[in-house]
């Protein structure tokens, strides 16, 4: 015999916990990238020190990276986002449903 599985509609499958910490772990990355370059831009090309490492790690392939990964956290925050507005919304409409079915059962 097959058990049936009821989910509660406040359960919104932790889309709003998701979509906090992608979109502020994508800010935190844009911010990043930001100021490394504008660290990269407005310093002078130096040999040694903390200075020339970020300049390197401007140049490198890894700053694009760093904006590839804030852009995707982002996307995913926003459409998981949605996701949790529409869970909230169908989260008002079954209340509304039981709260009218709890109304009829009353009356009979």
Avoid: C, P, V
């Avoid at 490198?60 to 990964?69: K, N, P, R, V, Y």
């Avoid at 949790?84 to 989260?91: A, T, V």
Wanted: aromatic share 12%; hydrophobic share 50%.
């Amino acid at each position: 015999m097959i058990k049936e599985r009821h989910f509660s509609t406040h359960q919104d499958f932790k889309t709003g916990i998701f979509f906090k910490i992608s979109i502020l772990l994508g800010i935190i990355l844009l911010i990043f990238y930001i100021i490394l370059l504008l660290i990269h831009n407005l310093t002078e090309k130096t040999d040694s020190g903390l200075i020339s490492i970020i300049q390197k790690l401007a140049n490198s392939s890894i700053a694009e990276t760093i904006l590839a990964f804030a852009i995707i956290f982002i996307g995913l925050g926003l459409i998981s986002y949605f996701f949790y507005i529409q869970f909230s919304k169908l989260s008002k409409i079954t209340d509304e449903i039981e709260k009218i079915e709890e109304d009829d059962e009353i009356e009979w």
